[in-house]
């Protein structure tokens, strides 16, 4: 049984001793206060676990007192013991605080039994309190506070502060690259590079080029030296996104380049060795694909060191509404609008879906609805009907390493990989060059040609080994 300490308020000297001896027997410590003004002196002074409380005291009322401790933060659990029994002193009693209520006469097992109940209630809101404290609900670029966060949470800080790999799976859209860089965020190396590098973006004759570089003249269209992700992240932390879509031979030079920390840039002379940070990600099950073959077992053996994982929107309760409520506020604010909150219907309905593409679906779910719509609530009817917001939607295509007849033509693929790379560049033609390691003429005429409808032949050779 819990003890602690108590008050006793009670002008009676008989009673009080009385009602001391009982606590005493059962392990308790008390202390008596015959009148108001002792009993605030007393919870002035010291911090008790319950109070004993009299209503009728010769200088006021315990009712009273009770709303005084109460207006002034005292939150100490209050039984009140009275002699003159009824309902309508109860209720007054309780809304005024007091968590119980004894008619006295009073027995030692009755007493006791009623405060043994009200100091475990006192413990348990303590341990909450606690949990409470150390819990949150934002997390570098995460929010959320339910318990499956929590541990997302705690693996994040304790990874960050370890030079071993991580590898983080999950559903698509579930934030594998923002708890990349929080890891990145959160280390010693947070003062260099992130660099990230999706692994199905990139068709498999250029990813060696992307990871490792290439030097000037490695083939033709190589006009100069070109830094690859490796070289970037010195001394810094490099995501490698989509690890199981990597080529099995690419698979072994990473390998390697993981074991050692060396590499060989195409067409270079010499090693290069780097300090890096491995950081993998992956959508797919990684002992799956191992078993398919499509990863290397003793890469995932090397790369998983530290695990972890992402759960789905439909996992995490509560934190759809959180979430939900940040981005509403986010999006009004960037779409000149005025919503201000969800309406109770909206919450209903955000909570009840699957989420199927998790926070980056909930996302475009709400910039849609914010768009189209305008006023100081968002509603449920501003929302997609459930049957498509639930509905899995097809992934977007991807660059395949080894097209087949059904998939994009080679020359189709080099297109996309240029447009993709002058995105990233925010449209700069000479930093999409320079990446890609051609002439600025030759993304100039390639475009030039697909604008006319021609296949764009002639552009980039060698490299790419595309025409």
Known sequence: MQTGKILIVEDSAALALTYSDYLTRAGHSADIAGSVDAAQRALARLRYDCVLMDLNLPDGNGTALIADMRSGGIDTPVVVLT??????????????????????????????????????????????????????????????????????????????????????????????????????????????????????????????????????????????????????????????????????????????????????????????????????????????????????EDLYYRLNVISLHLPPLRERGDDVLLIAAHLLTRMAAEEHKHFTCLSGDAADYLCSQSWPGNVRQLQNVLRRAVVMNDGDILTADMLPPRAVCNKVLPSAPVLSAAPSSAAASLREMERQMIERTIDDCGGNISAAARRLGVNPSTLHRKREKWRRGGSGEGGIRGRAALD
Do not use: W
């Open 83 to 296: 002699a003159e029994p009824s309902i309508d002193t109860a209720v007054a009693a309780i809304r005024a605080g007091a968590q119980d209520y004894l008619c006295k006469p009073v027995t030692a097992e009755r007493l006791n039994l009623t405060l043994g109940h009200v100091l475990e209630q006192q413990a348990l809101r303590r341990i909450v309190s606690d949990y409470r404290a150390i819990e949150r609900d934002r997390f570098c670029d995460f929010i959320g506070a339910s318990p499956a966060m929590q541990i997302v949470y705690h693996v994040l800080e304790n990874a960050a502060q370890s030079r071993a790999p991580v590898f983080i799976t999950g559903e698509s859209g579930t934030g594998k690259e923002l708890a990349a860089r929080a890891i990145h965020t959160l280390s010693p190396r947070r003062g260099r590079v992130f660099e990230a590098l999706n692994c199905a973006a990139v068709p498999g004759n250029l990813l060696e080029s992307e990871i490792f570089g290439h030097a000037r003249g490695a083939f033709t269209g190589a006009v100069s030296r070109y830094a690859g992700a490796a070289e970037r992240a010195q001394d810094g932390t490099l995501l490698l996104d989509e690890l199981p879509e990597m080529q099995p031979e690419m698979q072994s030079k990473l390998l390697r380049f993981t074991q050692s920390g060396a590499f060989r840039a195409l067409g270079a002379a010499r090693e290069t060795v780097v300090d890096v940070r491995f950081v993998c990600a992956t959508n797919r099950d990684p002992l799956a694909a191992v078993a398919s073959g499509i990863l290397r």
